[in-house]
């Protein structure tokens, strides 16, 4: 198939490089060209607005960082969204706001278009490994032509049905588990450092006994050692995350006390200068609030 694919960040890169690699011709843009370099090589068609990225297939992959990110490439000038036409699809891997899938979702469909979400759970090595665990929702027929798509990207597709926002809503709930998890395992390092305990030590236990979740293990890991930089997923973003779970409690009268402890976490993180950090560092908080 001949489709499209808009950012090429850390995850970005990885998924179309999948794409590629399963044998799509795939139009690149990126807002910095550069990073379309070695795609190019791989066969990818750069090209020099998002609306140029609709092609024969009138399928476009979106993976930005951010829900104004996502408008500006859907209508900001130049943007694919008046491209895409009837029967086109948006594939939207994201992590953003319900309210903006709902949003796209409408605009799309006034003009015969598809919304479908599909964010992911997996980090950059996961995303290269054609791991990532896929959520995706939106028109059932629209969900059936990307399926074996998504399938190349991850190691599961989970269908969520014909409601785009519940996709999205159900990777906050993901992203906000990982942060109380953060937290709470900072929190017992920093309590058993105070004994004497490795903190690795913690980690292996809990992992091999009542916590062996890749989340307590691999995380758990970083944290221990302190292991901040590179960022697998930078700080500044889960910050963005933590701000759209609250937004999103927000619009539902929901109390999230645990997210707003999370969100001062991480905010506190951006102004050390860590927004470029791995999110994990956000465990700082609890041992060095210096
Ligand atoms: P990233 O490496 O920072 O990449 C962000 C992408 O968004 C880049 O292509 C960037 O373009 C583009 N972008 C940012 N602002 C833009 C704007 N105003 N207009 C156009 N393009 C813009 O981030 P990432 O880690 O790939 O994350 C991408 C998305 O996936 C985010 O929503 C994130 O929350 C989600 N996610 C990340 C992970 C992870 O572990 N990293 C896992 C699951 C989901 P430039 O190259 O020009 O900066």
């Known amino acids: 198939m001949e489709l499209g694919f808009i950012g ?104 015969g278009a598809a919304y479908v979400a599909a964010p992911v759970f997996g980090r950059p090595d996961a995303a290269a490994a054609a791991k990532l665990w896929v959520l995706s929702a939106g028109p059932a027929e629209a969900c059936a032509r990307v399926q074996p798509l998504l399938a190349a990207l991850g190691q599961k597709v989970f269908p969520l049905g014909s409601d785009p926002a519940q996709a999205h809503v159900l990777k906050l709930g993901g992203n906000f588990l990982i942060m109380g998890a953060i937290e709470a395992m900072a929190e017992a390092m920093a309590l058993g450092e105070q004994y004497g305990l490795p903190r690795q030590t913690l980690v292996d236990v809990l992992g091999a006994s009542i916590f062996p979740s890749p989340i307590y293990l691999n995380y758990g890991a970083q944290i221990a050692a302190h292991d901040y930089r590179p960022a697998r997923f930078k700080l500044s973003l889960g910050l963005k995350d933590a701000n759209l779970v609250l937004y999103a409690a927000g619009k539902a009268g929901v109390a999230m006390p645990l997210a707003q402890l999370a969100q001062g976490r991480l905010a506190a993180a951006v102004a050390k200068g860590r927004g470029d950090w791995d999110w994990t560092a956000s465990a700082l908080g609890a041992s060095d609030p210096a």
């Open 8 to 111: 090429l960040g850390a995850m970005g890169h990885a998924m179309a490089t999948n794409l590629l690699k399963a044998g799509h011709r795939l139009r690149v843009w990126n807002r910095s060209p550069d990073k379309a370099a070695d795609l190019v090589a791989l066969g990818a068609l750069p090209v020099a607005t998002p609306a140029e990225a609709v092609g024969a297939d009138a399928i476009v992959f979106t993976m930005l960082a951010d829900d104004a990110a996502l408008h500006a490439v859907v209508s900001g000038p130049d943007g694919f969204g008046a491209r895409l036409g009837a029967g086109g699809i948006h594939v939207s891997m994201s992590t953003i706001a319900p309210q903006t899938a709902q949003a796209l979702a409408a605009l799309h469909a006034e003009r």
